[in-house]
């Protein structure tokens, strides 16, 4: 499916040299602009999120409840030199 949107003459330039310049078309290039939006967009709300008291707080919570777990059943003594 395709469709056509109007956009201004600047605006079509700009994205054919981002398209150019990232070896992709048009629609890759509204398509990674999309994608950075909204991967800033999701950063921004975990920002605003756990920078919250009550973001800190449950993150506190939740650290505390798992952190027991982190040794069940692992030999304090084993090595991992080798594959690291």
Do not use: C, N
Request: charged share 35%; net charge negative; hydrophobic share 35%.
């Amino acid at each position: 499916m395709s469709t056509t949107i109007r956009v201004p003459r600047d605006l079509h330039d700009r994205l054919s040299r981002y398209a150019a310049a990232h070896h992709t078309s048009l629609a890759g290039a509204i398509g990674r602009a999309l994608d950075a939006e909204e991967r800033a967009a999701f950063w921004d709300d975990v920002r605003s999120t756990m920078g919250t008291r009550e973001g800190v707080t449950e993150l506190r919570g939740e650290t505390e409840r798992y952190a027991g777990s982190l040794k069940d059943g692992l030999d304090p003594d084993e090595r991992w030199d080798d594959v690291l």
